[in-house]
């Protein structure tokens, strides 16, 4: 039941941040917004343990998604995983 109700959280924000800021509305802008400096802390890490070619393929192309699709997406693994606890989910 708890991981249902945190989906249903989710499936919320992710609603509210697509009626909010809109539906095409950028992941990275959104990141950038909420704090800069760990979006950037977080980039040159990344980039100075596995290379910047590395980040340029799999992360640049996520944080151009739209920013309603985390939340939705997380929302779906958690009532997935509730989905296969019958009872306990």
């Known amino acids: 039941m ?3 109700t945190l989906a249903f959280i989710l499936f919320g924000a992710a609603f509210c ?24 802390s977080r980039q040159v890490g990344l980039e100075r343990l596995v ?3 590395m980040w340029n393929a799999a992360f640049v192309p996520l944080l151009a998604l739209p920013a309603w699709g985390l939340p ?3 929302g779906m693994v958690l009532m997935i995983i ?4 019958p009872g306990r989910g």
């Open 2 to 4: 708890v991981l249902r």
């Open 17 to 40: 941040i697509g009626f909010f800021m809109g539906w095409g509305y950028p992941l990275g802008q959104m990141l950038y917004g909420v704090n800069a400096s760990a979006l950037a």
């Open 51 to 53: 290379g910047p070619a």
């Open 72 to 74: 939705a997406f997380i």
């Open 82 to 85: 509730a989905a296969m606890r």
